[in-house]
């Protein structure tokens, strides 16, 4: 009887330590890690839009036909091609005055937006303390157990754990552990 409660004595005393070293640095006031990840974001468009040219010079000029007017007069019906490369492109015809015949602008303007995401994560870097109980069989035996773990910022994992049974008394177990995922 001495020997049990001395051994729930010591199981309670480990319990209330490991509160105690949990509080304690659970409270300390380290700065975290910050993991900054930049991501950029590039979006072009390109957009026509519609220009006007005063004048512009004449690149082929073109006899096409000849009227004959009643007064001995010969006018010549005229064509021309002005034009720019990617620009424009325009067609006029007819007697002086000359008339449009047809008109067809291509200016492009390229519009490039560039959006900088930046994310800040921050990584936990705290000590841990977790209190666990339950059951562990030996010898086709089911012994109670009570136990305290530790983890540390780095993944690791160490755990120390105290158990009763009638028959073979007190056991003790150590538990040495790194997280996976």
């Known amino acids: 009887m001495k020997k049990t409660f001395l051994n729930i004595l010591i199981v309670?005393?480990?319990v209330l330590a490991g509160f105690l070293v949990a509080s304690?640095?659970?409270n300390c006031h380290r700065k975290p890690e910050v993991r900054v990840e930049y991501k950029t974001d590039t979006i072009r468009e390109t957009k026509t839009d519609?220009?006007?040219?005063?004048?512009?010079?004449?690149?082929?000029?073109?006899?096409?036909d000849y009227v004959f007017v009643p007064s001995d007069t010969v006018l010549e019906v005229v064509q021309r091609h002005y034009f720019e490369d990617s620009a424009y492109d325009a067609w006029v015809s007819g007697i002086e005055p000359l008339a449009l015949d047809s008109v067809k602008v291509y200016p492009k303007t390229e519009f490039v937006t560039?959006?900088?995401t930046i994310t800040n994560t921050i990584l936990d870097e705290?000590?841990?303390?977790?209190?666990?109980?339950?059951?562990?069989?030996?010898c086709e035996r089911f012994m109670p157990e009570v136990g305290i773990s530790i983890s540390s910022p780095q993944k690791w994992l160490i755990s120390a754990k105290i158990g009763y049974d009638t028959k073979l008394g007190t056991t003790y177990?150590?538990?040495?552990g790194y997280k996976i995922f």
């Open 50 to 64: 519609t220009l006007t040219f005063y004048k512009p010079s004449v690149k082929r000029d073109t006899v096409i």
């Open 114 to 116: 560039v959006t900088n």
């Open 173 to 176: 177990g150590i538990n040495i």
């Open 126 to 138: 705290r000590w841990r303390i977790y209190g666990f109980g339950g059951f562990s069989s030996i």
């Open 12 to 14: 309670c005393l480990c």
């Open 24 to 26: 304690l640095i659970g």
